[in-house]
């Protein structure tokens, strides 16, 4: 009776030792730099601060942006983005586009995969400014990974006031 419950525990452990190997996640390889990233999002201001209070949006009228662009990885911690944001609003059953952002900066990368981009900004309606971005990569897959994103945009020019405005940006990186 011994000796088939000591051969029982060889058994188990064996097995145990041979599905452990068998099924194990493999280890991913270590990323290559340079290493160029497309991306593509959606981003809903919450609302802006000028001169004038605060509006926020959904209140007059929608407005959402479209982010797409090229992050070009120089190494784990540091990076470059050029993201473009066409701007759609919607208001009294019309919809148009308002404006074009093109948006080149530095990304700052840490671990635990936030992301610090302080993003210049140049609009198509003549206005310009920055972006700070703090990102998060909320799931990471081999072939993807989807991201949050929260941008603080100051804008001036085109004999407009200054304004403050934030959004929240979810996107997909590939």
Same mark, same amino acid.
């Given at each position: ?12 452990? @064996? ?10 996640? +493999?280890? +991913? ?9 497309? *991306? *593509? @999002? ?7 601060? &000028? ?7 959904? !209140? ?9 662009? =090229?992050?070009? =990885?120089?190494?784990?911690?540091? %990076? ?10 919607? +208001?009294? %059953? ?18 635990? &995969?936030?992301? *610090?981009?302080?993003?210049? @900004?140049?609009?198509? &309606? ?21 991201? =949050? !994103?929260?941008?603080?945009? @100051? ?12 959004? =929240? +940006?979810? %996107?997909?990186?590939?």
């Amino acid at each position: 009776m011994k000796s088939n419950k000591t051969k029982g525990l060889v058994i188990f452990v @064996a097995l145990c030792f041979f599905f452990k190997y068998s099924f194990a996640q +493999q280890n +991913q390889p270590a990323p290559t730099y340079p290493n160029v990233v497309g *991306f *593509f @999002a959606v981003l809903v201001p919450v609302g802006t601060l &000028d001169n004038k209070g605060y509006t926020a949006n959904f !209140s007059k009228r929608s407005v959402i942006g479209i982010p797409f662009g =090229l992050n070009l =990885l120089k190494s784990e911690h540091i %990076g470059y983005s050029l993201e473009m944001v066409p701007f759609i609003s919607a +208001q009294n %059953g019309s919809s148009r586009m308002e404006y074009m952002v093109f948006h080149p900066g530095v990304m700052f990368r840490y671990s635990h &995969d936030f992301t *610090f981009i302080p993003r210049l @900004a140049f609009q198509t &309606d003549g206005r310009y400014g920055f972006t700070p971005v703090f990102s998060k990569v909320i799931i990471r897959q081999k072939n993807y990974y989807i991201y =949050l !994103s929260l941008s603080e945009a @100051a804008r001036f020019g085109n004999n407009l006031p200054s304004s403050y405005s934030t959004g =929240l +940006q979810l %996107g997909i990186g590939f």
